[in-house]
């Protein structure tokens, strides 16, 4: 994972700071596959969404995979982590407290409508305030707080052993080792990761990797990758017992979970 330099943390420059006259401000910035923003937060909320491409989001103790057509949405004050899976365009969408779409201290992973997708490549091409940005972004936080929350997070705990655990798993999805596997990578007893499994994530070893595979399979699918290849690669027996599990997570199969994506990539094309 490469790391930009601390300074990169912040480079937006002052005057795109959103304020109570212009409260919606759109940063563009377009990655290289594993690069990663540094932990950072700053005192506005943010949307952090990729025309194109896949990210890793870490904040408030969860890690997010957000695929294209996914958004997430990261309170004010909340310190998070961009990784980004593959070359990404990613635009980062500041709101004021003053417009606050969103209640809460939560991030959530949001659905992006055609409209929300638009919304943002509009604003990110207007340079001056006046009534077009505003009505833009009022229609924005519209969609956003209509937007449906999906669930692609996953816990992550605080103890610094099962926290390197957690992240080797994530790094090997379709690794079949054991927790007693992972214990003597770790230096911990099967015993005590089991107990802080339970503590840390409330779930166990065995439901975790379950829900990391699952999330960390939204990506996947959403850059074509064949549901039999993604299964492979998250260590499923089968295509079938990929799709099984999915839809019972998310209530929908894999393809139509992602079957709008594919048709707004096909309509751009003719655009």
């Given at each position: 994972?490469?790391?930009?330099?601390?300074?990169d943390?912040?480079?937006?420059?002052?005057?795109?700071?959103?304020?109570?006259?212009?409260?919606?401000?759109?940063?563009?910035?377009?990655?290289q596959?594993?690069?990663?923003?540094?932990?950072?937060q700053?005192?506005?909320?943010?949307?952090?969404?990729?025309?194109?491409?896949?990210?890793?989001v870490?904040?408030?103790?969860?890690?997010?995979?957000?695929?294209?057509?996914?958004?997430?949405?990261?309170?004010?004050?909340?310190?998070?982590?961009?990784?980004?899976?593959?070359?990404?365009?990613?635009?980062?969408?500041?709101?004021?407290?003053?417009?606050?779409p969103i209640?809460?201290?939560?991030?959530?992973?949001?659905?992006?409508?055609?409209?929300?997708?638009?919304?943002?490549?509009?604003?990110?091409?207007?340079?001056?305030?006046?009534?077009?940005?505003?009505?833009?972004?009022?229609?924005?936080?519209?969609?956003?707080?209509?937007?449906?929350?999906?669930?692609?997070?996953?816990?992550?705990?605080?103890?610094?052993?099962?926290?390197?655990?957690?992240?080797?798993?994530?790094?090997?999805?379709?690794?079949?080792?054991?927790?007693?596997?992972?214990?003597?990578?770790?230096?911990a007893?099967?015993?005590?990761?089991?107990?802080?499994?339970?503590?840390?994530?409330?779930?166990?070893?065995?439901?975790?990797?379950?829900?990391?595979?699952?999330?960390?399979?939204?990506?996947?699918?959403?850059s074509?990758?064949?549901?039999?290849?993604?299964?492979?690669?998250?260590?499923?027996?089968?295509?079938?017992?990929?799709?099984?599990?999915?839809?019972?997570?998310?209530?929908?199969?894999?393809?139509?979970?992602?079957?709008?994506r594919e048709?707004?990539i096909?309509?751009?094309?003719?655009?």
């Amino acid at each position: 994972m490469k790391q930009r330099p601390l300074t990169d943390t912040n480079p937006s420059p002052s005057s795109l700071f959103p304020t109570s006259e212009r409260p919606v401000r759109v940063v563009a910035r377009d990655l290289q596959a594993d690069e990663s923003l540094r932990a950072h937060q700053h005192p506005w909320a943010q949307v952090t969404y990729a025309l194109d491409g896949a990210m890793q989001v870490i904040a408030n103790q969860q890690t997010w995979f957000v695929p294209p057509m996914r958004a997430i949405w990261i309170p004010a004050y909340i310190d998070h982590e961009v990784r980004t899976l593959e070359r990404t365009q990613l635009r980062a969408i500041y709101v004021d407290a003053s417009v606050i779409p969103i209640s809460g201290s939560e991030c959530v992973v949001l659905e992006v409508s055609d409209l929300m997708r638009e919304l943002i490549k509009a604003l990110s091409r207007i340079d001056d305030a006046g009534l077009r940005e505003a009505h833009l972004a009022a229609c924005l936080m519209d969609e956003l707080a209509l937007a449906t929350p999906l669930p692609l997070n996953v816990s992550m705990p605080r103890d610094t052993r099962l926290h390197a655990l957690c992240e080797l798993m994530i790094a090997d999805p379709a690794s079949s080792n054991s927790l007693q596997d992972y214990s003597t990578m770790v230096g911990a007893s099967k015993r005590t990761l089991a107990r802080l499994f339970r503590s840390e994530v409330q779930m166990s070893f065995g439901v975790w990797r379950q829900q990391m595979r699952l999330a960390r399979a939204a990506p996947l699918v959403a850059s074509g990758l064949p549901l039999s290849a993604v299964a492979s690669e998250l260590g499923y027996a089968s295509q079938s017992a990929f799709s099984a599990m999915f839809k019972k997570t998310f209530g929908q199969s894999p393809s139509v979970f992602f079957k709008r994506r594919e048709l707004s990539i096909n309509e751009t094309k003719y655009v």
